[in-house]
């Protein structure tokens, strides 16, 4: 078992950057793939990144594509999700999660492990 914990999240300007982290306890990080989801209020949950436990492979939505970067070091138990290029609609709780899964996916179902979120505010 793993558990999350997310830092990083702020206000910020819209066309900032900001930089999340998650660290994960535990001796088995390096066996889950890693994914970054975020929920807008009054909005469903919705995937952001996701990184696989190789490091080989790296999946981003449509919408943050060429603005973020998805990470991870294992030897420190931690992902970050680089975010520049902010925008308002970017505004939102952002949640780690880790999963089993063969492959590292975008939907949710495939993570059994979750943070409890970050804050990020971007403001025009």
């Known amino acids: 078992q793993v558990q999350l914990v997310e830092s990083g999240g702020g206000l910020v300007q819209a066309g900032g950057s900001l930089r999340l982290s998650c660290a994960a306890s535990g001796q088995t990080f390096r066996s889950y793939h890693m994914g970054w989801f975020r929920q807008a209020p009054g909005k469903e949950r919705e995937f952001v990144a996701s990184?696989?436990?190789?490091?080989?492979?790296?999946y981003y939505a449509d919408s943050v594509k060429g603005r973020f970067t998805i990470s991870r070091d294992n030897a420190k138990n931690t992902v970050y999700l680089q975010m520049n290029s902010l925008k308002p609609e970017d505004t939102a709780l952002y949640y780690c999660a880790g999963s089993t899964a063969a492959l590292p996916g975008n939907r949710m179902t495939f993570y059994n492990y979750w943070g409890q979120g970050t804050q990020v505010t971007v403001f025009s």
């Open positions: 990184i696989s436990r190789s490091l080989s492979y790296t």
